[in-house]
Nanobody, 128 residues
Framework: QVQLVESGGGLVQAGGSLRLSCAASGRTFSSDAMGWFRQAPGKEREFVAAIRWGGFTIYYSASVKGRFTISGNNVKNTENTVTLQMNSLKPEDTAVYYC??????????????????WGQGTQVTVSS
């Protein structure tokens, strides 16, 4: 069984920073990428950022580009970790943030349907 465990969420004032971390554990699995999604109340889950292991290509949504930084490590599919450094946070960044591992390479890296493994989510609240 694969588990993704997130940490680092919390409450911060607008303009502040938070750092989210995610580590995979359990059986070894092969993933093309790991990423972060978020879901605010009453809204659909949306893509935030992802890192593809091949070439360490990085993707951001337009709403976070320039403010958030994703980084990660994939060591022989046995150590999968990803972090999300969030700076200049805004109230609209408030959401539950989910870490995910992508295994279906036929889908877009922005599509949550391509991610087979998900963390339990961590709350990020940005006050104005």
């Amino acid at each position: 069984q694969v588990q993704l465990v997130e940490s680092g969420g919390g409450l911060v004032q607008a303009g502040g920073s938070l750092r989210l971390s995610c580590a995979a554990s359990g059986r070894t699995f092969s993933s093309d990428a790991m990423g972060w999604f978020r879901q605010a109340p009453g809204k659909e889950r949306e893509f935030v950022a992802a890192i593809r292991w091949g070439g360490f290509t990085i993707y951001y949504s337009a709403s976070v580009k320039g403010r958030f930084t994703i980084s990660g490590n994939n060591v022989k599919n046995t150590e999968n970790t990803v972090t999300l450094q969030m700076n200049s946070l805004k109230p609209e960044d408030t959401a539950v943030y989910y870490c995910a591992a992508r295994t279906l390479v036929s889908t877009s890296v922005y599509d949550p349907a391509g991610y087979s493994y998900w963390g339990q989510g961590t709350q990020v609240t940005v006050s104005s």
